[in-house]
């Protein structure tokens, strides 16, 4: 049976953004985060379907339970002016599937 799992690499950067957003000229305030987590969750692992059981690639189904003790962690991928949407900082965010 198989498992699909990703490896992440992260850099921390700092950008400047302007006072004032450049979509709607509101002052830079109030801001939608978007975000990766990596917090653990209790679940089941079962094999896809429409795959062969001896074969199968498994899939992980969440609990509907609280997330377990570990927190994990958390990474700001970019942001957004609340206002407008306008996006305000971005990081790369870049997904391949190599297998």
């Known amino acids: 049976m198989q498992l699909r799992i990703h490896d992440v690499e992260v ?3 700092h950008v400047e953004i302007p006072e ?3 979509g709607c000229t509101a002052q830079i305030g109030a801001a939608i985060e978007l975000n990766l987590r990596d917090g ?3 679940g ?3 094999p896809e379907p429409d795959e062969p059981v001896d ?3 498994l899939e992980f189904t969440p609990e509907p339970s609280a997330p377990c003790p570990d927190a994990g962690t958390y990474f700001v991928t970019g942001y957004r002016c609340r206002a407008c949407n306008h996006t305000l900082a971005q990081g790369n965010f870049r ?3 190599d297998w």
């Open 11 to 13: 850099i921390t950067r």
């Open 20 to 22: 004032r957003c450049p």
């Open 40 to 42: 653990a969750m209790y």
């Open 44 to 46: 089941m692992l079962l």
């Open 55 to 57: 074969a199968a690639l």
């Open 95 to 97: 997904e391949s599937e």
